[in-house]
């Protein structure tokens, strides 16, 4: 069995072809989504997060307001970018989130992506110490932030306090037991991906990854993935690790899916991330419920993980999203064992 869930960026724009015209109609429809997901029985609702952007950015209260409506479904991110976080806040934020979900909060985080502004981390008040990147101070954060969410006494307590301490350092509150195991790296290179097995850390892996082989997609992820558990199993950590990959995928069984979606099949994209480095994208799926099933066997990664997130086009709205979890739980997943 494979947990099923969907992702979404929460794109809006202000167009009459958007269903999603403001950041209020982005964030209410997320939290509609999730509602409906579960109750078509998928397992995770996530959401991605970017600064300076049309598109969700503050997770923080939608997680908490997904946990508040709804009573099992997973609920996470992919990716929340640790460039601009201050890691003790957000794991006020996240632990206070996680209590509210009753311990549903699966926490993607990352280096994040080629951003909207140049340096956008510095508007927020970060910047990386001399000598280091931005993708060192971002593992730093992360550093900082796996160890908060221990729940250990840090911080001496005052003398004179307005109310009351227990004894001891003080840890940061609210803390959520557990949250600690639920915290996931998105990884888009192999060494990252091993890095994130040594932190011990969750493993998501996107439709974009470094090209590192010049092999097709599915097979650097799936050979990412091979990585990360090996990695994992060095380490020395207990318990199996959680490894989630994405995918844009749709069964075509209706007009409108066809109208929408009937040419979106596609192969694999390389282009430049940055002047330096070189990206592979990998393809969309759009085909006839049993086409997509003969096509979806072929995908090593997907095969590999344990978690399959469906990236949504959510401006054509809610309805129609769910019909695009629904039509893959009804028609593709019985096919290819994950239900």
């Known amino acids: 069995m494979k947990k099923i869930g969907f992702l979404s960026f929460g794109h809006w724009t202000p167009s009459a072809s958007s269903q999603t015209r403001s950041a209020g109609d982005a964030l209410l429809q997320s939290i509609d989504l999730a509602v409906a997901a579960e109750e078509l029985g998928a397992d995770g609702a996530y959401v991605r997060v970017h600064h300076f952007a049309r598109q969700l950015a503050a997770p923080f209260p939608l997680l908490a307001a997904i946990g508040a ?6 609920i996470g991110t992919a990716v929340i970018d640790m460039r601009y976080e201050n890691p003790l806040y957000m794991a006020e934020d996240a632990g206070a989130a996680d209590l509210i979900a009753g311990g549903r909060l699966q926490l993607g985080i990352s280096r994040g992506s080629p951003e909207q502004v140049i340096d956008g981390y510095r508007y927020f008040g970060y910047a990386p110490a001399e000598g280091q990147t931005d993708a060192d101070m971002a593992r730093r954060h992360t550093e900082v932030f796996l160890d908060v969410l221990k729940g250990k006494g840090f ?6 306090p307005m109310f009351p301490n227990p004894p001891g350092l003080l840890r940061l509150e609210p ?9 996931w790296w998105g990884a888009a290179t192999n060494a990252t991906a091993e890095w994130a097995a040594k932190m011990g850390m969750n493993l998501q892996s996107s439709t974009l990854k470094i090209d590192e082989s010049g092999k097709p997609f599915h097979v650097q992820q799936a050979e990412q993935i091979r990585l990360y558990r090996e990695a994992w199993k060095n380490a020395g950590h207990a318990g199996t690790p959680r490894v989630s990959v994405s995918r844009s995928m749709f069964a075509l069984v209706n007009d409108q899916d066809r109208m929408y979606f009937g040419r979106s099949g596609d192969e694999d994209k390389v282009g430049m991330l940055s002047a330096t480095e070189r990206a592979i994208f990998g393809r969309s799926f759009a085909a006839e419920p049993d086409k997509l099933i003969e096509q979806l066997k072929g995908d090593e990664a997907i095969a590999e993980a344990d978690t399959l997130l469906l990236t949504v086009p959510n401006q054509l709205g809610v309805d129609y999203n769910a019909h695009v979890i629904e039509a893959i739980l009804k028609h ?3 096919g290819m064992g994950w239900r």
């Open 332 to 334: 593709v997943a019985p």
């Open 175 to 183: 803390h959520s037991e557990g949250l600690r195991e639920r915290i």
């Open 155 to 160: 911080a001496q307590p005052n003398p004179s």
């Open 69 to 74: 409506r709804t009573k099992t479904i997973e």
